[in-house]
């Protein structure tokens, strides 16, 4: 699975952004896909997972709420989209998928290149 992250960029706090990562090379419906995140000095962290085949969304609790996600299994695009930014929201975005529902990025198959976000005060 080839995954290509874009969309991010610099927001000030309250605003909003929608990142895109585009699939290439699914071989399978069961794929699950996935945004995570990554500080400066910090662990990747999970964001939000959709599964491709039901579209049954996952949030890590600090967006919940806040971020959406989606996938568009026609266009094969998967979509983040973030309300109500946060500076702590600041970090490089990464999309990746996995082979079963996960929560740690060491259990993701394939990653995407990072999207920047940065969120202004």
């Known amino acids: 699975v080839q995954l290509q992250a874009s969309g991010g960029g610099l927001v000030q706090a309250g605003g909003s952004l929608r990142l895109s990562c585009a699939v290439s090379?699914?071989?399978?419906?069961?794929?699950?896909m996935n945004w995570f995140r990554q500080a400066p000095g910090e662990e990747r962290e999970f964001v939000a997972s959709?599964?491709?085949?039901?579209?049954?969304?996952r949030y890590a609790d600090f967006v919940k709420g806040r971020f959406t996600i989606s996938r568009d299994s026609a266009e094969n695009m998967v979509y983040l989209r973030m309300n109500s930014l946060k500076p702590d929201d600041t970090a490089v975005y990464f999309c990746?998928?996995?082979?079963?529902?996960?929560?740690?990025?060491?259990?993701?198959?394939?990653w995407g290149q990072g999207t920047q976000v940065t969120v202004s005060s």
């Open positions: 959709v599964t491709w085949r039901e579209g049954k969304k």
């Open positions: 990746a998928s996995a082979s079963a529902i996960i929560s740690t990025a060491a259990d993701a198959v394939s």
């Open positions: 090379g699914l071989t399978t419906s069961d794929n699950v």
